[in-house]
């Protein structure tokens, strides 16, 4: 015969351990979402150089970035490791983080940063659903945590005359991009 209450009372102890549990791994969790969402207004030392490199085709060295870190033109130095421990799986050396709007800003000072579109040039516009032909009326730059919100866009669509502010660059395409073209011209 089963001795149910001990049953029971070994059931109930596995579930208040497991609901503690539970309640520990929601919270980490949470913690855990919090530090990827910090960490991204920081970029790390390669990721400025890739972007110097895709953006305006320099090439940097490591060396340069930590002067300008000493110089103060980066902004608050992290370190990756202590300020997000949940998100630090890398081995090795320290890896420097700087926020990501400071970084911006110099390189943008430095004339190394420069919008992908300029006054009068045609691009397609996505409006909503739809994409629209646009020419760009004005470029204005501003503080960033992402390189596609450092510029913002001001742009009057070609078949109504309206115009559209505060455009960000990732919601414009280049008119020489044949899929974009396509899309717009169903012809």
């Known amino acids: 015969m089963k001795n149910y209450p001990q049953l029971i009372a070994r059931l109930r102890q596995q579930i208040e351990e497991l609901t503690d549990r539970l309640g520990a791994l ?29 953006r305006c085709g320099r090439t940097g060295s490591m060396a ?32 420097h983080l700087y926020p990501r709007a400071d970084v911006f800003r110099f390189l943008y000072q430095k004339g190394w940063l420069h919008p992908r579109y300029d006054v009068l040039d045609r691009v397609l516009l996505k409006v909503g659903e739809d994409v629209k032909w646009a020419v760009i009326t004005a ?14 866009y001001q742009a ?3 078949a109504s005359g309206e115009v559209i502010e505060e ?21």
């Open 64 to 95: 340069s970035i930590k002067r300008w870190a000493d110089e103060g033109h980066l902004g608050q130095v992290v370190e990756e490791r202590e300020a997000f421990p949940l998100l630090a799986g890398k081995q090795g050396k320290k890896r």
């Open 156 to 158: 009057q669509l070609e």
């Open 167 to 187: 455009i960000a660059e990732n919601a414009l395409l280049s008119a020489s991009n044949t899929e974009a073209t396509a899309m717009a011209d169903p012809s």
């Open 139 to 152: 470029v204005n730059a501003r503080e960033a945590d992402s390189i596609d919100q450092l510029f913002v």
């Open 26 to 54: 929601e919270q980490e969790w949470e913690s855990f979402e919090a530090q990827q969402r910090l960490r991204q207004t920081y970029i790390s030392s390669r990721e400025i150089l890739e972007l110097l490199a895709t």
